[in-house]
């Protein structure tokens, strides 16, 4: 059965630094491309971050989040910084294959707030 | 970048009707790369179409998607009721996704 959990998701006052994981299991984690998927609170989804043969990033966060994985740990992170409000959301991770998003994570809560 | 514009924005209507919801792109996207979500309050979105037209596993066939070019459909045959949620199109063009706001499904 796969499985994405995702932790880390924290009340931070702007200017902060949070880290957030995604442990997987039950897929071939190491050759999968993985991605960050934020949803504001009571709005759309917004694609964050990839990871697969190179790394990319949303306009909204270049610069200031960073994708990486642990591969031997079946790990995916995202260093968040300079967190804003408008960074306030749910994460999730997901798995992108081919041209879909077919495996998600239940997501972790980042406020950002003083 | 794409932008994909969703309409209706709210679709009321009665356990057994028929949903049909738009998708309308800002320039062409390849129908390989256009794909479909269902979102329920608390929960995960959950891949339904991929591809504009196929079916993700496990999803029944009261769901079929179809399309081209900027103008792309979901379909719902006959609603359940636990198909009374958020639809999301999202499309993936140069190295970018992105989603459509989403349109609600809710009962009438």
């Known amino acids: 059965e796969v499985q994405l959990l995702e932790s880390g998701g924290d009340l931070v006052q702007p200017g902060e630094s949070l880290r957030l994981s995604c442990a997987a299991s039950?897929?071939?984690?190491?050759?999968?491309?993985m991605n960050w998927v934020r949803q504001a609170p009571g709005k759309g989804l917004e694609w964050v971050s990839a990871?697969?043969?190179?790394?990319l990033y949303a306009d909204s966060v270049k610069g200031r989040f960073t994708i990486s994985r642990d591969d031997s740990m079946n790990t995916l992170y995202l260093q968040m910084s300079s967190l804003r409000a408008e960074d306030t959301a749910v994460y999730f991770c997901?798995?992108?294959?081919?041209?879909?998003?077919?495996?998600w994570g239940q997501g972790t809560l980042v406020t950002v707030s003083s | 970048e794409i932008v994909l514009t969703q309409s209706p924005g709210t679709l009321s209507l009665s356990p057994g009707e028929r949903a049909t919801l738009s998708c309308r792109a800002s320039?062409?996207?390849?129908?390989?790369?256009l794909a479909w979500y269902q979102q329920k309050p608390g929960q995960a979105p959950r891949l339904l179409i991929y591809?504009?037209?196929n079916r993700a596993t496990g999803i029944p066939d009261r769901f079929s998607g179809s399309g081209s070019g900027t103008d792309f459909t979901l379909t719902i045959s006959r609603l359940e009721p636990e198909d009374f949620a958020v639809y999301y199109c999202?499309?993936?063009?140069?190295?970018?996704?992105?989603f459509g706001p989403g349109t609600k499904v809710d009962i009438k």
């Open positions: 997901a798995r992108f294959l081919t041209n879909r998003f077919d495996y």
């Open positions: 039950g897929f071939t984690f190491s050759s999968s491309a």
């Open positions: 990871i697969g043969t190179n790394t």
């Open positions: 320039q062409s996207v390849s129908s390989s790369y």
């Open positions: 591809g504009a037209s």
């Open positions: 999202q499309q993936y063009s140069s190295s970018v996704v992105t």
